[in-house]
């Protein structure tokens, strides 16, 4: 097992596996062409290639079969391995056909093109290449049925029998029964099953993937409770958005490695975990979103360096904004709406329209009664809603009764001061002045991992650009 062989098949599995990373929707994966990388990928494909090439020089166990062209047996019906372009895609074919004898539906007449013995490049939906564990035979690599409206009562015995999967990508389409365990398969990372009829609690078979980057769950039927490890799973994306997950958050939240993490549209309850400050370094993306979300919020959110969207909109969340959230240097969208928060709007909040990237700060339906100097502005030029709060002065604010039903109620959020970051133009004396230290407070949008994610486009059922 030399060291030659090791690095040979690193690079192969970048090659491939690269290509279905930056064309996840539109593969053409019939030869090996290396496409330049654009931003992240090229940082995921080697990550994972260092990842396989390690696998590889450690494991080896089983016996694969010889590179060489199948023989055939003795004529008899039905096709014989050497009718193929190796055995892997003969063992392939014959999964893939007992597959296609369970569809129940097929508006698109996809299935049509599963015959014949050149799957790699006749088979709709079906891409191959040479795994890492291989120098020249290819196999199934990846598998994009996004948007084709099969019907199936189940996945399992397909997906779970294609050895060298890596990518399986089933958007929009009528597959229910179970989520298959995926754990035999070494080189499998990306798992989209978003819009179909999946249900029952949620699928435990994904948590010992641990090669997984990519799990989108959403518009599905899944209810019950999320196991924490799923938290623990190294992912760049968590989609878990609409479907019926209610269940306090779990403190294990805050482990997540996801940059887009959605869990929209379900009815989760209790607190934001305050553990979410220690994904200070990775999230960019998080929507919680129209659920039943209680309690506080933690000043441990202000810690997201990174964030460009924090959405906990129509939810039952209380207390005060935390000053922390005049951290948020990089937020764009920070919705608010449709809670329970109450106090003044925080001045350092809405100076991160001036000296950050704030452009929507959403606080409508809350019972805010008053608002920081610079909040006034913002309203003007449209960036900050607070429509229906309790704000005296203010058009389209609640009525005296219920500003005083609520005014009456119980609050128990502490007010948080604490400030995590230094912020040069509140501390600094004076806005006006601060305006020169600012330009170099920030760089670009963080475009990694991917700019082909964005938790907003999540919550549409299609599968996105
Ligand atoms: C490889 O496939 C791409 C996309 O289908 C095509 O543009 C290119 O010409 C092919 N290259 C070779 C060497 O076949
Ligand atoms: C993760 O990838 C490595 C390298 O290919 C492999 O050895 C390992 O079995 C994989 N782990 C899982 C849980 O699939
Ligand atoms: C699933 O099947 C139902 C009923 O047969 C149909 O109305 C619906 O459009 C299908 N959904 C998809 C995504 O194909
Ligand atoms: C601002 O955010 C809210 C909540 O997400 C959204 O409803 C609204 O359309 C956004 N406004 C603009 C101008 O984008």
Not at 107 to 115: L, M
Request: hydrophobic letters at 35%; one cysteine or more; a neutral charge.
């Amino acid at each position: 097992m030399g060291g030659s062989r090791i690095s040979y098949s690193s690079v192969q599995f970048l090659t491939f596996f690269t290509s279905l990373l930056l064309l996840p929707n539109v593969l053409s994966l019939s030869n090996n062409t290396l496409p330049t990388l654009p931003h992240r990928n090229r940082r995921e494909a080697i990550e994972i290639g260092i990842g396989i090439g390690i696998g590889i020089g450690i494991g080896g166990g089983g016996s694969p079969p010889p590179e060489s062209p199948p023989s055939c047996s003795p004529p008899s019906s039905g096709p014989q391995p050497c009718d193929f372009e190796n055995i892997l895609l003969y063992r392939a074919y014959k999964v893939i056909q007992k597959f296609k004898s369970t569809i129940t539906c097929d508006p698109q007449g996809i299935t049509n093109s599963w015959q014949g013995y050149n799957i790699c490049s006749t088979y709709n939906g079906f891409f191959c290449g040479i795994p890492p564990s291989r120098t020249t035979m290819r196999n199934v690599a990846s598998i994009d049925f996004n948007g084709y409206n099969l019907a199936a009562p189940t996945i399992n015995g397909f997906v779970d029998q294609m050895p060298d999967l890596a990518i399986f990508h089933a958007n929009s389409n009528n597959f229910s029964g179970t989520v298959p365990d995926l754990t035999k398969l070494p080189f499998f990372y990306e798992l989209d099953l978003s819009n179909n009829i999946l249900m029952g609690s949620f699928p435990t078979t994904v948590l010992p993937l641990a090669n997984l980057t990519f799990l989108d769950l959403r518009f599905n039927q899944f209810s019950g409770c999320v196991p924490p490890g799923v938290f623990d799973i190294k992912l760049d994306v968590l989609f878990i958005n609409n479907n019926n997950l209610n269940q306090p958050l779990p403190a294990e939240l805050g482990r997540t490695t996801a940059a887009y993490l959605t869990l929209a549209n379900n009815r989760f309850t209790g607190p934001i975990p305050s553990s979410i400050g220690q994904a200070c370094n990775t999230l960019i993306e998080v929507l919680f979103l129209n659920n039943l979300l209680s309690g506080c919020l933690p000043h441990e959110i202000g810690l997201l360096s990174k964030a460009t969207v924090f959405d906990a909109g129509t939810n039952q969340i209380t207390g005060p904004i935390p000053l922390s959230f005049g951290c948020l240097m990089k937020v764009e969208q920070l919705n608010l709406a449709q809670n329970l928060l109450y106090g003044e709007v925080p001045d350092v909040v809405c100076l991160l329209a001036d000296f950050g990237k704030l452009a929507n700060l959403s606080l409508s339906s809350n019972y805010f009664t008053s608002l920081g100097k610079s909040c006034w502005k913002l309203i003007e030029r449209g960036i900050l809603d607070v429509r229906r709060n309790c704000i005296p002065w203010l058009p389209n604010q609640r009525s005296p009764e219920e500003c005083g039903w609520f005014l009456k109620q119980r609050k128990y959020c502490p007010v948080s001061p604490y400030i995590p970051c230094h912020i040069p133009w509140v501390h600094g004396g004076g806005v006006q002045s601060a305006a020169a230290m600012v330009a170099g407070v920030d760089g670009d949008r963080d475009k990694a991992p991917a700019s082909r994610y964005s938790g907003y486009s999540a919550l549409h059922n299609g599968h996105g650009p």
